[in-house]
């Protein structure tokens, strides 16, 4: 049976499910204990949480501040639009799939609406609210300290688009701006609940989506015939913390990438294929073919695109599943220029 994937981001009306009340009407209502407790247990877990309500923003943002929950939301979508809308707009901005979102609201019309529309969104009702942090699929596999952290990672991003906005010049004048800095480096005993829970929530860029526990990535870890590599970044705003994955055997001649991840939430920055571009360098430096593996899945095709712009030519295929292969014949991939990469690893 296939794992439930779990939600990264609940999304909430405000009237009559976080409150109850019309704020807009001139009730001051206080939040329902349930719900705030639940808001806050979700957050340590690592789970985000935005608004699409009915209303007028600085009104509804105003009574969250007045309670001290605003610093909890990472987006406030509010207006008089279809909720379907605003989910998108909220799952767009975070850079989330919209089969990772939940929704509470205690209007059936409005539940309807973004079932009908987004039917992969799970909706809750507004009763419902309290519950929700028993339900599995708010119960990450494992809590790190990285994933109560994410939240403020967002916030900072939030920082990062408005200084965005501001800036006077290209995007790729921008980039350049952030100075991003990624250190690579061999994953430690420290590393190993991260790196799992990047297999267990990363799915659009990863190359085969398998998942390590943290028993075998320690075991990968120790293997004189593997590497398992973290990437971190970090720019002018701070840290991203660790945003990339790449676990290699090596195989007779060939250094074999069994899978190579990247954070969807630093997709942005333009830095998909620096860990991939270091990989490749590092391991034909030290006489190893770049070899690739590749699992299709219905969400990861930018990380086929990503390894054939790199380079790696498809030299097997079972259905899904291919085997890609970096000619050393050719030049090795260029780095993007607007990155500065650390090798942080033990020699």
């Known amino acids: 049976m296939a794992a439930v994937i779990g939600v990264k981001c609940l999304v909430w009306d405000l009237d009559d499910t976080l409150w109850d009340g019309v704020v807009l009407e001139g ?19 690592g789970i985000l949480h935005a608004v699409a309500s009915r209303g ?5 943002a105003g009574h969250l501040a007045e309670h001290g929950l605003d610093d909890l939301f990472c987006v406030l979508d509010i207006g008089w639009g279809a909720k379907s809308g605003a989910i998108r707009r909220i799952v767009a901005e975070l850079n989330i799939g919209l089969d990772t979102v939940a929704f509470a609201d205690n209007d059936a019309a409005e539940r309807a609406e973004v079932a009908a529309a987004l039917p992969m969104v799970r909706c809750y009702r507004a009763e419902q609210v309290g519950e929700l942090a028993s339900l599995p699929e708010f119960q990450p596999r494992v809590v790190t300290d990285e994933s109560r952290q994410r939240r403020h990672r967002y916030l900072a991003n939030r920082d990062r688009t408005t200084a965005e906005q501001a800036f006077v010049g290209s ?9 991003l ?9 420290d590393d190993l609940a991260r790196a799992h829970e990047l297999t267990v929530r990363t799915h659009q860029l990863n ?21 398992v590599l973290i990437a971190s970044l970090t720019d002018r705003f701070g840290t991203y913390g660790a945003v990339g994955l790449a676990v290699i055997s090596f195989i007779g001649a060939d250094a074999v990438l069994e899978l190579l ?13 620096v860990l991939l571009g270091h990989v490749v360098h590092d391991v034909a430096k030290r006489g190893w073919r770049p070899v690739a593996r590749f699992v299709r899945t219905p969400v990861n095709q930018i990380m086929l695109v990503t390894l054939r712009f790199a380079g790696f030519e498809l030299i097997e295929r079972d259905g899904d599943r291919m085997m890609l292969a970096f000619d050393l014949r050719r030049p090795l991939p260029e780095l993007p220029g607007h990155v500065r990469v650390v090798d942080g690893r033990n020699r």
Do not use: K, Y
Request: glycine residues 4%.
């Open 27 to 45: 009730d001051r209502p206080r939040p329902f204990r349930a719900a705030v407790n639940t808001l806050r247990i979700l957050d340590r877990r």
């Open 56 to 60: 007028d923003r600085a009104t509804a």
């Open 171 to 179: 995007p790729a004048e921008f980039l350049v701006s952030l100075d």
């Open 181 to 189: 800095t990624m250190t690579i480096r061999n994953a430690t005993e």
């Open 207 to 227: 190359t085969t989506g398998r998942t390590f526990d943290i028993d075998r990535l320690r075991e990968l870890c120790t293997s004189d015939r593997h590497e």
């Open 261 to 273: 991840l990247m954070s969807c939430r630093v997709l942005s920055c333009g830095v998909g294929a």
